[in-house]
């Protein structure tokens, strides 16, 4: 049985992830679970999975948590805020699936790689912004991560580590997003709009970061370090069935490729039972139905985002963190009507530009820039209210 914890478990992927592990009760067990605020469902998840520890960020949701999770679990340690989170990030797991949102997710996941415990990762902002530093930290304590990312996760699958000087390119997918085919003028756009992605089921973050083509650069940006490659290799392509994950070309004219229908799931599956492969998905991939495959080069033009995070990891590490912090406070603005959708890309350029690069050499570093980058962005907010 594997000891597992869900960072993030009330989330679209921590849901799935519990979906998965329902799926095979004799391979995994559930230790710990974390969540922000959605207590309720942290509740009934923690029961049913009779898990040993609970964290509800959120403290004014703390006593309820643990008054009604301890009347069933009376020996499930119940804890709050972030200091509790660095408490049961330092059990030794078997694996712990990264799922928390943002930045949030980088010292605990780095905590967890500390304490020895695999890493099943779909927090891309976690190696987004801890970059170099985050992947030396797992060589050095000897653990796998594995990338939950459906795009990365192909990659994972396909990408040979013995024929790496063989390896030419590797290409990441990507559905277009609400807007591919859309003449819709971008200060037009409403937040359901953005919400509503045409392939995947997510997270709010997630789908304004598709829907702005964001979520590809910063995909762009963490396979860079997950998969230690020169910017030039990594290629994006626009595929709107979604049925391609990742390519990988190797320099004898091989094109590797994974395919499997856009179900967050099946990523999860392969990670959960990482190295071996156990059943889930029975509904079969039918390709007769899918009938066409289609690809098309991004629109640049269109989606400035991409070539801004290219930009941003040309400048090097403290402009990528700069990048991602803006990022967050725009999408978070643009959600709570602060500012309209064509201005989250505009806001994410205006903070780089004021942030010099420099180089980053811990983790704190990491945090102090990222707090600085969210200030500047929160002053243009302002000004463009
Ligand atoms: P959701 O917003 O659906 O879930 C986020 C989870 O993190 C929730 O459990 C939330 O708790 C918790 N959380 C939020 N903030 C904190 C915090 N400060 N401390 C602790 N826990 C916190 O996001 P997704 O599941 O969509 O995405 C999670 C990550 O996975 C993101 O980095 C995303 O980019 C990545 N990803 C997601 C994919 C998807 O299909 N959804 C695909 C590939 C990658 P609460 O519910 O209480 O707020």
Redesign the pocket.
């Known amino acids: 049985m594997k000891k597992i914890a ?11 992830s519990i979906n998965v592990i329902k799926n095979n009760p004799n391979l995994f067990e559930v230790d710990t679970l ?6 309720r ?2 509740i009934s998840q923690a029961i049913e999975l009779k898990v040993k520890n609970v ?4 403290e004014e949701f703390y006593q309820e948590t643990k008054s009604e999770i301890n009347k069933k679990l009376p020996n499930c340690q119940v804890l709050s805020s ?1 200091s509790g ?1 660095i408490e049961v990030a330092k059990i030794k797991y078997d694996l712990v699936i ?5 930045i ?2 980088m010292i ?1 996941s780095i905590t967890a790689i500390q304490a020895g415990s695999n890493i099943a ?6 190696i987004v912004c801890g970059a170099e530093m985050f992947i030396e930290e797992a060589k050095k304590n000897q653990v796998k991560i594995i990338p ?3 795009e990365h996760n192909a990659i994972f699958q396909i990408f040979e580590k013995e024929n790496l000087d063989k390896i030419s390119s590797i290409t990441l997918t990507a559905s277009g997003g609400p807007f591919f085919n859309s003449n819709i003028d971008f200060a037009d756009i409403s937040v359901a709009q953005a919400l509503n992605h045409p392939n ?8 304004i ?1 598709s829907a702005t083509m964001m ?1 590809k650069g ?1 995909e762009m940006i963490e396979a860079f370090y997950l998969f230690e490659l020169k910017q030039e290799q990594i290629n994006i392509l626009i595929h709107p069935q979604s049925i391609i994950h990742g390519i990988v070309e190797y320099s004898d004219g091989s094109n590797l490729a994974v395919m499997s229908k856009p179900d ?1 799931r099946i ?1 999860i599956s392969y990670s959960l039972n990482y190295p071996i492969r156990t059943a889930f998905d029975q509904t079969k991939l039918d390709l007769t139905k899918i009938a066409k495959l289609e690809f098309f080069p991004p629109n640049d033009k269109k989606f400035s985002s991409i070539n801004l995070c290219k930009e941003a990891l040309r400048n090097g590490h403290s402009s990528v963190i700069s990048l991602n912090a803006a990022n967050e406070i725009a999408v978070q603005s643009f959600l709570e009507g602060k500012i309209s959708f064509d201005k989250i890309v505009k806001i994410i350029s205006q903070v780089i530009e004021k942030i010099e690069a420099k180089k980053i050499t811990s983790f704190a570093e990491i945090i102090d820039l990222d707090k600085r980058a969210r200030e500047i962005a929160d002053e243009i907010v302002a000004k463009n209210k």
């Open positions: 869900i960072f993030g478990s009330t989330g679209s992927i921590g849901i799935n974390v969540a922000k605020s959605n207590h469902l942290l964290v509800i960020i959120d972030f989170l990264s799922a928390i949102v943002g949030a997710g605990p990762i779909a927090n891309k902002e976690s939950i990312d459906s995947w089921q997510m997270g709010k973050k997630i789908s970061d979520n910063l967050m990523p």
